[in-house]
Protein backbone atom coordinates (compact mmCIF):
# COMPACT_ATOMS: atom_id res chain seq x y z
CA UNK A 1 0.00 0.00 0.00
CA UNK A 2 1.66 3.15 -0.94
CA UNK A 3 1.80 5.94 1.27
CA UNK A 4 -0.96 8.20 -0.60
CA UNK A 5 -3.26 4.93 -0.30
CA UNK A 6 -2.78 4.00 3.48
CA UNK A 7 -3.67 8.20 5.05
CA UNK A 8 -7.04 7.30 2.47
CA UNK A 9 -7.49 4.74 4.58
CA UNK A 10 -6.57 5.98 7.85
CA UNK A 11 -8.40 9.63 6.97
CA UNK A 12 -11.35 8.37 5.69
CA UNK A 13 -11.94 5.09 6.92
CA UNK A 14 -11.46 6.01 10.69
CA UNK A 15 -15.37 6.46 11.54
CA UNK A 16 -15.85 3.65 8.50
CA UNK A 17 -14.21 0.97 10.21
CA UNK A 18 -16.63 1.33 13.31
CA UNK A 19 -19.90 0.65 11.47
CA UNK A 20 -22.04 -2.51 12.68
CA UNK A 21 -22.10 -5.26 10.21
CA UNK A 22 -25.35 -6.55 10.08
CA UNK A 23 -26.33 -10.61 10.38
CA UNK A 24 -24.99 -12.67 7.10
CA UNK A 25 -28.29 -12.62 5.34
CA UNK A 26 -29.52 -11.98 1.82
CA UNK A 27 -25.62 -11.83 0.97
CA UNK A 28 -25.88 -9.63 -1.96
CA UNK A 29 -28.17 -7.14 -0.11
CA UNK A 30 -26.44 -6.89 2.62
CA UNK A 31 -23.29 -6.39 1.30
CA UNK A 32 -24.36 -3.12 -0.58
CA UNK A 33 -26.07 -1.65 2.65
CA UNK A 34 -22.86 -2.17 4.92
CA UNK A 35 -21.12 -0.66 1.67
CA UNK A 36 -23.52 2.17 1.95
CA UNK A 37 -23.39 2.58 5.88
CA UNK A 38 -19.44 2.74 5.56
CA UNK A 39 -19.63 5.81 2.64
CA UNK A 40 -22.20 7.74 4.90
CA UNK A 41 -20.10 7.29 8.17
CA UNK A 42 -16.97 8.43 5.72
CA UNK A 43 -19.07 11.09 4.42
CA UNK A 44 -20.07 11.88 7.96
CA UNK A 45 -16.24 11.78 8.66
CA UNK A 46 -15.64 14.66 6.31
CA UNK A 47 -18.54 16.77 7.42
CA UNK A 48 -16.41 19.80 8.27
CA UNK A 49 -13.82 19.68 6.21
CA UNK A 50 -12.68 19.19 2.14
CA UNK A 51 -9.63 16.60 2.74
CA UNK A 52 -7.10 17.18 0.13
CA UNK A 53 -4.60 14.47 -0.21
CA UNK A 54 -1.37 14.91 -2.14
CA UNK A 55 -0.06 12.92 -5.25
CA UNK A 56 -3.69 11.96 -5.55
CA UNK A 57 -5.45 14.75 -4.43
CA UNK A 58 -8.39 13.29 -3.47
CA UNK A 59 -10.93 15.53 -1.95
CA UNK A 60 -14.13 14.60 0.01
CA UNK A 61 -16.57 17.30 -0.07
CA UNK A 62 -17.97 18.55 3.22
CA UNK A 63 -21.46 18.78 4.36
CA UNK A 64 -22.01 15.26 3.66
CA UNK A 65 -22.72 15.82 -0.02
CA UNK A 66 -20.20 14.04 -2.10
CA UNK A 67 -17.15 12.51 -2.21
CA UNK A 68 -15.13 13.14 -5.79
CA UNK A 69 -11.72 13.24 -7.03
CA UNK A 70 -10.17 16.87 -7.76
CA UNK A 71 -7.11 16.24 -10.22
CA UNK A 72 -4.15 18.31 -9.41
CA UNK A 73 -0.03 17.84 -9.60
CA UNK A 74 2.33 19.77 -7.85
CA UNK A 75 1.77 21.68 -4.78
CA UNK A 76 3.22 25.06 -6.20
CA UNK A 77 0.70 26.80 -5.15
CA UNK A 78 1.70 30.38 -4.09
CA UNK A 79 2.46 30.79 -0.39
CA UNK A 80 0.28 33.30 0.97
CA UNK A 81 2.22 36.76 1.90
CA UNK A 82 0.76 36.82 5.84
CA UNK A 83 -1.55 35.47 7.90
CA UNK A 84 -5.30 35.76 7.05
CA UNK A 85 -6.08 37.63 10.27
CA UNK A 86 -3.59 40.81 9.02
CA UNK A 87 -4.24 40.65 5.80
CA UNK A 88 -8.17 41.06 6.17
CA UNK A 89 -8.72 41.80 10.01
CA UNK A 90 -12.52 43.10 9.54
CA UNK A 91 -13.15 39.83 8.34
CA UNK A 92 -11.81 37.12 10.66
CA UNK A 93 -13.80 36.08 13.43
CA UNK A 94 -12.70 34.11 16.15
CA UNK A 95 -15.96 31.54 18.53
CA UNK A 96 -16.22 28.92 20.22
CA UNK A 97 -16.13 25.58 18.14
CA UNK A 98 -18.70 23.93 20.35
CA UNK A 99 -22.51 24.11 20.65
CA UNK A 100 -24.14 24.71 24.13
CA UNK A 101 -24.64 20.74 24.28
CA UNK A 102 -20.81 20.56 23.93
CA UNK A 103 -21.99 19.39 19.90
CA UNK A 104 -19.15 20.41 17.12
CA UNK A 105 -20.82 23.98 15.90
CA UNK A 106 -20.94 23.48 11.77
CA UNK A 107 -22.13 26.74 9.58
CA UNK A 108 -24.45 25.45 6.73
CA UNK A 109 -26.25 28.73 5.24
CA UNK A 110 -27.18 32.42 5.82
CA UNK A 111 -31.00 32.98 7.52
CA UNK A 112 -30.67 36.36 7.11
CA UNK A 113 -27.45 39.17 6.79
CA UNK A 114 -26.67 38.32 10.35
CA UNK A 115 -28.14 35.36 10.88
CA UNK A 116 -25.79 31.98 10.35
CA UNK A 117 -27.79 28.68 10.11
CA UNK A 118 -25.66 26.42 12.24
CA UNK A 119 -25.72 22.59 12.36
CA UNK A 120 -24.71 21.01 16.05
CA UNK A 121 -22.56 17.77 15.26
CA UNK A 122 -21.80 15.07 17.96
CA UNK A 123 -21.60 11.38 18.15
CA UNK A 124 -18.50 9.21 16.89
CA UNK A 125 -19.94 9.45 13.63
CA UNK A 126 -19.95 13.25 13.45
CA UNK A 127 -23.92 13.01 12.59
CA UNK A 128 -26.21 16.45 12.60
CA UNK A 129 -28.21 16.39 15.97
CA UNK A 130 -29.75 19.57 15.95
CA UNK A 131 -29.86 23.08 14.06
CA UNK A 132 -29.43 26.47 15.64
CA UNK A 133 -30.21 30.09 14.29
CA UNK A 134 -26.66 31.82 15.22
CA UNK A 135 -26.60 35.95 15.66
CA UNK A 136 -22.70 36.76 14.34
CA UNK A 137 -23.27 40.51 15.82
CA UNK A 138 -24.35 39.10 19.32
CA UNK A 139 -23.53 35.44 19.75
CA UNK A 140 -26.65 34.51 20.80
CA UNK A 141 -28.05 31.08 19.80
CA UNK A 142 -31.65 29.78 19.51
CA UNK A 143 -31.87 26.35 18.55
CA UNK A 144 -34.66 25.32 15.78
CA UNK A 145 -35.06 21.83 16.45
CA UNK A 146 -33.50 18.92 16.84
CA UNK A 147 -32.89 16.53 13.80
CA UNK A 148 -34.76 13.23 13.72
CA UNK A 149 -32.65 10.11 12.78
CA UNK A 150 -35.12 7.14 12.60
CA UNK A 151 -33.96 3.68 13.75
CA UNK A 152 -33.19 2.97 9.30
CA UNK A 153 -31.28 5.55 8.92
CA UNK A 154 -27.99 5.22 7.02
CA UNK A 155 -27.45 8.81 6.05
CA UNK A 156 -28.04 11.27 8.36
CA UNK A 157 -28.99 15.62 7.86
CA UNK A 158 -27.46 16.47 4.39
CA UNK A 159 -27.85 19.51 2.05
CA UNK A 160 -29.42 22.06 4.92
CA UNK A 161 -30.97 24.72 2.63
CA UNK A 162 -33.05 27.66 4.27
CA UNK A 163 -36.01 29.29 2.20
CA UNK A 164 -39.45 30.99 2.59
CA UNK A 165 -39.21 30.23 6.36
CA UNK A 166 -38.34 26.95 6.55
CA UNK A 167 -35.02 24.48 7.14
CA UNK A 168 -34.96 21.91 4.88
CA UNK A 169 -32.74 18.92 4.87
CA UNK A 170 -32.79 15.25 3.28
CA UNK A 171 -31.71 11.67 5.09
CA UNK A 172 -31.28 7.96 3.31
CA UNK A 173 -32.60 5.26 4.57
CA UNK A 174 -31.14 1.68 4.93
CA UNK A 175 -33.39 0.92 1.95
CA UNK A 176 -32.15 3.52 0.00
CA UNK A 177 -35.52 5.92 0.36
CA UNK A 178 -34.23 9.56 0.40
CA UNK A 179 -36.58 11.52 3.21
CA UNK A 180 -37.00 15.36 2.73
CA UNK A 181 -37.49 17.15 5.52
CA UNK A 182 -38.49 20.82 6.34
CA UNK A 183 -39.00 22.41 9.90
CA UNK A 184 -40.49 26.28 10.37
CA UNK A 185 -37.30 28.48 11.20
CA UNK A 186 -39.09 29.99 14.41
CA UNK A 187 -38.96 26.42 15.41
CA UNK A 188 -41.28 23.29 15.42
CA UNK A 189 -41.25 19.73 14.92
CA UNK A 190 -39.81 18.44 11.83
CA UNK A 191 -41.73 16.60 9.54
CA UNK A 192 -41.11 14.28 6.00
CA UNK A 193 -42.82 16.45 3.36
CA UNK A 194 -41.90 13.88 0.57
CA UNK A 195 -39.42 10.39 -0.36
CA UNK A 196 -37.52 9.96 -3.30
CA UNK A 197 -36.50 6.38 -4.19
CA UNK A 198 -32.30 6.26 -4.57
CA UNK A 199 -30.77 4.05 -7.09
CA UNK A 200 -29.60 1.17 -5.61
CA UNK A 201 -26.99 0.10 -8.37
CA UNK A 202 -24.67 2.59 -7.82
CA UNK A 203 -23.03 2.96 -4.26
CA UNK A 204 -22.72 6.60 -4.50
CA UNK A 205 -26.46 7.36 -4.94
CA UNK A 206 -28.59 10.07 -3.28
CA UNK A 207 -28.79 13.85 -3.87
CA UNK A 208 -26.07 15.83 -4.59
CA UNK A 209 -27.60 19.17 -4.21
CA UNK A 210 -30.86 20.82 -2.93
CA UNK A 211 -32.29 24.30 -2.60
CA UNK A 212 -35.61 25.95 -1.87
CA UNK A 213 -37.47 27.86 -4.28
CA UNK A 214 -40.09 29.99 -3.94
CA UNK A 215 -42.56 27.49 -2.42
CA UNK A 216 -40.88 24.79 -3.65
CA UNK A 217 -37.37 22.36 -2.41
CA UNK A 218 -35.57 21.58 -5.38
CA UNK A 219 -33.14 18.64 -5.81
CA UNK A 220 -31.22 16.59 -7.87
CA UNK A 221 -29.50 13.13 -7.55
CA UNK A 222 -26.17 12.12 -7.85
CA UNK A 223 -26.89 9.62 -10.98
CA UNK A 224 -28.69 12.90 -12.92
CA UNK A 225 -32.55 14.13 -12.48
CA UNK A 226 -33.68 17.76 -11.18
CA UNK A 227 -36.61 17.57 -8.97
CA UNK A 228 -39.34 19.35 -7.06
CA UNK A 229 -41.58 19.32 -4.49
CA UNK A 230 -43.97 21.53 -2.30
CA UNK A 231 -42.46 23.05 0.84
CA UNK A 232 -45.76 21.80 2.49
CA UNK A 233 -45.77 18.11 1.15
CA UNK A 234 -46.81 16.30 -1.72
CA UNK A 235 -45.93 14.50 -5.20
CA UNK A 236 -41.91 14.73 -6.45
CA UNK A 237 -41.93 16.06 -9.92
CA UNK A 238 -39.42 15.58 -12.74
CA UNK A 239 -38.16 19.36 -13.63
CA UNK A 240 -39.03 20.40 -17.58
CA UNK A 241 -35.22 19.27 -19.39
CA UNK A 242 -33.93 18.00 -16.28
CA UNK A 243 -33.71 14.30 -17.23
CA UNK A 244 -30.17 13.48 -16.70
CA UNK A 245 -29.17 17.63 -15.12
CA UNK A 246 -27.63 18.43 -12.01
CA UNK A 247 -28.75 21.66 -9.69
CA UNK A 248 -25.60 23.98 -9.85
CA UNK A 249 -27.98 27.22 -8.63
CA UNK A 250 -31.26 27.34 -9.16
CA UNK A 251 -32.58 28.25 -11.75
CA UNK A 252 -29.17 27.14 -13.62
CA UNK A 253 -29.10 23.15 -13.72
CA UNK A 254 -26.42 21.17 -15.84
CA UNK A 255 -24.12 18.43 -17.30
CA UNK A 256 -22.38 16.54 -15.91
CA UNK A 257 -22.79 17.22 -12.21
CA UNK A 258 -20.16 17.17 -9.64
CA UNK A 259 -19.19 13.53 -9.08
CA UNK A 260 -22.33 12.26 -11.10
CA UNK A 261 -22.40 11.03 -14.66
CA UNK A 262 -21.34 11.43 -17.26
CA UNK A 263 -18.04 12.29 -16.90
CA UNK A 264 -16.33 15.11 -18.13
CA UNK A 265 -16.18 18.91 -16.82
CA UNK A 266 -18.60 19.31 -14.49
CA UNK A 267 -21.40 21.66 -14.83
CA UNK A 268 -19.78 22.37 -18.60
CA UNK A 269 -23.23 22.95 -20.16
CA UNK A 270 -26.08 24.54 -17.96
CA UNK A 271 -29.14 26.02 -18.63
CA UNK A 272 -31.47 28.65 -17.02
CA UNK A 273 -35.27 26.29 -16.96
CA UNK A 274 -36.67 29.83 -16.17
CA UNK A 275 -35.68 31.21 -19.05
CA UNK A 276 -34.74 28.61 -21.55
CA UNK A 277 -31.16 30.29 -21.39
CA UNK A 278 -27.76 27.37 -22.48
CA UNK A 279 -24.58 28.33 -21.52
CA UNK A 280 -21.83 25.93 -22.79
CA UNK A 281 -18.11 26.48 -21.70
CA UNK A 282 -15.73 27.32 -23.69
CA UNK A 283 -11.92 25.33 -24.64
CA UNK A 284 -9.53 26.51 -26.78
CA UNK A 285 -7.63 23.59 -28.25
CA UNK A 286 -5.04 21.65 -25.48
CA UNK A 287 -6.49 23.39 -22.75
CA UNK A 288 -8.18 20.87 -19.34
CA UNK A 289 -11.43 22.80 -18.00
CA UNK A 290 -11.68 20.86 -14.52
CA UNK A 291 -15.28 22.64 -13.45
CA UNK A 292 -17.29 25.41 -13.92
CA UNK A 293 -20.26 27.53 -12.39
CA UNK A 294 -22.04 29.68 -13.44
CA UNK A 295 -20.50 32.42 -14.72
CA UNK A 296 -16.78 31.20 -14.20
CA UNK A 297 -14.74 27.82 -14.92
CA UNK A 298 -10.86 26.31 -13.17
CA UNK A 299 -8.55 25.11 -16.43
CA UNK A 300 -5.19 24.82 -17.27
CA UNK A 301 -3.66 25.77 -20.80
CA UNK A 302 -1.79 23.67 -22.64
CA UNK A 303 1.30 25.02 -21.47
CA UNK A 304 0.23 24.36 -18.00
CA UNK A 305 -0.85 27.84 -16.59
CA UNK A 306 -3.83 27.62 -14.17
CA UNK A 307 -6.34 29.77 -14.95
CA UNK A 308 -9.98 31.32 -13.90
CA UNK A 309 -12.11 32.59 -16.39
CA UNK A 310 -15.25 33.25 -17.93
CA UNK A 311 -17.34 30.09 -19.04
CA UNK A 312 -17.57 32.35 -22.65
CA UNK A 313 -13.82 32.57 -22.68
CA UNK A 314 -13.36 36.35 -21.41
CA UNK A 315 -11.54 37.72 -18.76
CA UNK A 316 -9.11 35.24 -18.27
CA UNK A 317 -6.64 35.33 -15.05
CA UNK A 318 -3.84 33.29 -14.93
CA UNK A 319 -2.47 32.29 -11.34
CA UNK A 320 0.84 31.35 -10.09
CA UNK A 321 1.10 28.02 -9.74
CA UNK A 322 -1.31 24.68 -9.27
CA UNK A 323 -4.77 25.52 -7.30
CA UNK A 324 -5.52 22.46 -4.55
CA UNK A 325 -9.45 22.94 -4.00
CA UNK A 326 -12.86 21.82 -4.60
CA UNK A 327 -14.85 25.29 -4.76
CA UNK A 328 -14.57 27.58 -7.39
CA UNK A 329 -13.65 31.23 -6.73
CA UNK A 330 -16.66 32.70 -4.56
CA UNK A 331 -18.42 35.88 -5.45
CA UNK A 332 -15.49 35.51 -8.52
CA UNK A 333 -13.17 36.69 -6.51
CA UNK A 334 -12.23 34.28 -3.21
CA UNK A 335 -10.54 31.31 -3.89
CA UNK A 336 -8.73 28.75 -1.67
CA UNK A 337 -6.08 26.86 -1.90
CA UNK A 338 -3.61 24.08 -0.49
CA UNK A 339 -0.05 25.17 -0.60
CA UNK A 340 3.28 23.46 -0.20
CA UNK A 341 6.03 21.19 -2.39
CA UNK A 342 6.39 17.60 -1.78
CA UNK A 343 3.42 17.56 1.12
CA UNK A 344 0.27 19.96 1.62
CA UNK A 345 2.02 22.84 4.28
CA UNK A 346 -1.09 24.77 4.41
CA UNK A 347 -4.32 26.44 3.36
CA UNK A 348 -4.56 30.41 1.90
CA UNK A 349 -7.10 32.50 1.10
CA UNK A 350 -7.10 34.43 -2.57
CA UNK A 351 -8.40 37.48 -3.81
CA UNK A 352 -8.24 37.55 -7.56
CA UNK A 353 -9.14 41.21 -7.64
CA UNK A 354 -6.44 42.42 -5.95
CA UNK A 355 -3.74 39.71 -5.38
CA UNK A 356 -4.01 39.58 -1.70
CA UNK A 357 -4.07 36.64 0.37
CA UNK A 358 -3.71 35.18 3.65
CA UNK A 359 -2.69 31.86 5.47
CA UNK A 360 -5.33 30.32 7.27
CA UNK A 361 -3.59 28.66 9.67
CA UNK A 362 -4.25 25.15 9.25
CA UNK A 363 -1.52 22.66 9.40
CA UNK A 364 -0.70 20.03 7.30
CA UNK A 365 -1.54 16.50 8.27
CA UNK A 366 1.14 14.47 6.38
CA UNK A 367 0.10 13.79 2.95
CA UNK A 368 -3.54 15.64 3.56
CA UNK A 369 -4.88 18.46 4.61
CA UNK A 370 -8.47 19.98 5.68
CA UNK A 371 -10.03 23.00 3.39
CA UNK A 372 -12.46 25.19 4.95
CA UNK A 373 -16.28 24.61 4.80
CA UNK A 374 -17.83 27.22 2.32
CA UNK A 375 -21.41 28.15 2.96
CA UNK A 376 -24.15 27.41 0.33
CA UNK A 377 -24.57 31.34 -0.10
CA UNK A 378 -20.80 31.89 -0.85
CA UNK A 379 -19.76 34.39 1.65
CA UNK A 380 -18.67 32.39 4.86
CA UNK A 381 -15.66 30.13 5.35
CA UNK A 382 -15.27 28.69 8.62
CA UNK A 383 -12.92 25.99 9.98
CA UNK A 384 -12.25 24.42 13.38
CA UNK A 385 -8.63 24.96 15.35
CA UNK A 386 -8.77 23.28 18.69
CA UNK A 387 -11.72 24.49 20.41
CA UNK A 388 -11.79 27.67 17.96
CA UNK A 389 -14.16 28.45 14.95
CA UNK A 390 -13.13 30.39 12.31
CA UNK A 391 -15.30 32.08 10.60
CA UNK A 392 -14.26 34.51 7.53
CA UNK A 393 -17.02 36.89 6.15
CA UNK A 394 -15.79 37.57 2.63
CA UNK A 395 -18.74 40.39 2.46
CA UNK A 396 -16.56 42.67 5.20
CA UNK A 397 -13.64 43.00 2.42
CA UNK A 398 -13.40 45.63 -0.04
Given at each position: MTEVEETLRRTLGQAAGQAPRLPALLPQRLERIHRRRRQRARIALAAAAVVLVAGGATAVLRGGDTITAV??????????????????????????????????????????????????????????????????DTGAQRKIADVPAPDDTVGFG????????????????????????????DGGTPKIVADQRLDTTDDGSGIDRLAVAGDKIVFSLYTGGVFTVPLGGGMVEPVQGGTGMHLLAWPWIGTPGRGGEPRGTAYARIQNVETGETRTAVANPGEELRYCGVTICLGRTAEGTTFFRNRDGSSQKNVPGSVHSADLPTQDRFYVSSYGDEKPAGVGLYDLDTGK????????EGMSIRMPFLDSTGRVYSYTLGDDLYLIDLSKIR
Open positions: PATGRDTETPAEKVDKAWPEAVRKVSAKAPDGARWLPRTFIDDRTLLMAAQAGKDGETTAVYAYDLNGFAVGAGHVVWWTETMDSVAHLWTVPLSGDLGIPG
